[in-house]
Every structure is written in structure tokens, then in C-alpha cells.
């Protein structure tokens, strides 16, 4: 069992930054990516970043050059650098990690709430 801890969120002001973390923990074979996604009151969940385990990352459009996702495979954890915080960002925010022990499959954190407002 993998388990995903996520911190980092809380309220900030527009302009602001926070930084998100994700450990995973457990017996979880090995880590092939590990992303963040967020969903906003009555919207569907939607990726934010991720990154593989090649260091290769990917951004929703709407947070390129804004959001820097970072990972540290020593502490099996990934970051997410938010600056310039706008209240569009406002939503929970939850970690996923794409695993492989015997067969792809994934795991989702509980999720944090962020919170962009004046």
C-alpha cells in the first residue's frame, strides 16, 4: 500500500506564492510520475503538472510560467511551486503518483485546500 501526504495549502492573497508537498510512503515499487491535479467547486478535476521519472514535466496552460513542479526521488516527493496566485487558482489541490510493482497503478493523496483571495 502507497500512502500520499500532501501540505503546503492554505490562504494567500492574489499575487502570492505557496508551496505544495507530496511524500509517498509504503510499499509502492517504484514511481514512474507523480502530478498534481485540482478541482474547483462544481468543475471537473483537471492536471495541473506533473513529472516522470526522467524529470520530464508537463503544464496546464493556464499555470506555464507560473507553477514550477520539482520532485526529489531521495524522499519520494514532489513539489509544486505556485507564484503569482490568482483567484482562479483557488481549488483543492491533490497529488497523484503513477506506480509500477507487478502492473501500473495509481494513487491519489487527500487533497489541500488552496485558497486565493483578498
Known amino acids: 500500500q502507497v500512502q500520499l501526504v500532501e501540505s503546503g495549502g492554505g490562504l494567500v492573497q492574489p499575487g502570492g506564492s505557496l508551496r505544495l508537498s507530496c511524500a509517498a510512503s509504503?510499499?509502492?515499487?517504484?514511481?514512474?510520475?507523480m502530478g498534481w491535479y485540482r478541482q474547483a467547486p462544481g468543475k471537473q478535476r483537471e492536471l495541473v503538472a506533473s513529472?516522470?521519472?526522467?524529470?520530464?514535466?508537463n503544464y496546464a496552460e493556464a499555470v506555464k510560467g507560473r507553477f514550477t513542479i520539482s520532485r526529489d526521488n531521495a524522499k519520494n516527493t514532489v513539489y509544486l511551486q505556485m507564484n503569482s496566485l490568482k483567484p482562479e487558482d483557488t481549488a483543492v489541490y491533490y497529488c497523484?503518483?503513477?506506480?509500477?510493482?507487478?502492473?501500473?497503478?495509481?494513487?491519489w493523496g487527500q487533497g489541500t485546500q488552496v485558497t486565493v483571495s483578498s
Open positions: 509504503g510499499s509502492f515499487g517504484s514511481i514512474k510520475a
Open positions: 497523484n503518483a503513477l506506480l509500477y510493482k507487478g502492473g501500473y497503478y495509481d494513487s
Open positions: 513529472v516522470t521519472s526522467g524529470d520530464t514535466t
